[in-house]
């Protein structure tokens, strides 16, 4: 199977360990260009750049086990990368409080219900961004 890697594709490196002949560790990366089908330079976190063939690279596949949504202003997280917009995704028309199934809350409080739901239609536009992102991750990443 041929592998493939576009640029600024992030990668895994697999590494020699520096304290041992038979050990080798994974490392992240960046493709920086492409050389020919085999070979590419890959940008390191370091700042340094390798030359590597693509037996040595793997893909980044990252699993999403749960989101979480934060505000802009909190600054404890360090940098917070913005989630992928597709271009063709229509105008945000309906509430996601019209859109979910109201039996899906039936654990939960009147209150608790009520509360949710203009949470989740105060937000909509994060979290209609939120679903696409786990949509987009699910078919890339599955």
Known sequence: MDKSFQIGEQVIILEKDSNSKTFA???????????????????????SRRHLHANKLRKVEV??????????????????LAVPIPPDKPDIANLPSQRIDLNSLSHLSEEQRDALLQLLDEFKECLVMLLDYVQWCNTKFI
């Open 25 to 47: 560790r994974w490392q992240t990366g960046e493709i920086y260009q492409k050389l020919s089908p085999y070979t590419y330079i890959v940008s390191m976190p370091n700042g």
């Open 63 to 80: 699993p999403v086990t749960h989101i979480g949504i934060i505000s802009e202003s909190d600054v404890e997280f360090g940098e917070v």
